[in-house]
């Protein structure tokens, strides 16, 4: 081989690698927006499910306020009535 085909094998190989380093990072990034998109997914269904836990954590609240609410009041007719 000459020198020109010494260089030109060179450059050839050059190119190869660069085009494997670009394929390389066409994979990762599409790898990298698939995870973002996974996490985004997720994201929104822990939004969602904490929304439905607030509203049934206050539906339980309002159901149980009227209940504390009289067991108060009996104890303080209880209490009344032991003092009187």
Do not use: Y
Not at 3 to 30: G, K
Request: contains cysteine; proline residues 1%; positive net charge.
């Amino acid at each position: 081989m000459t020198r020109f085909d010494d260089l030109l094998a060179l450059l050839r190989t050059m190119e190869a690698r660069q085009r494997e380093a670009l394929d390389m990072h066409a994979q990762q990034i599409l790898f990298m927006r698939r995870q973002a998109e996974q996490a985004q997914a997720r994201m929104e269904e822990s939004m969602a499910l904490q929304k439905l836990a607030v509203q049934r954590q206050a539906r339980s609240l309002r159901a149980l306020m009227p209940v504390v609410a009289i067991a108060l009041v009996c104890m303080g007719l209880l209490v009344l009535r032991n003092w009187g």
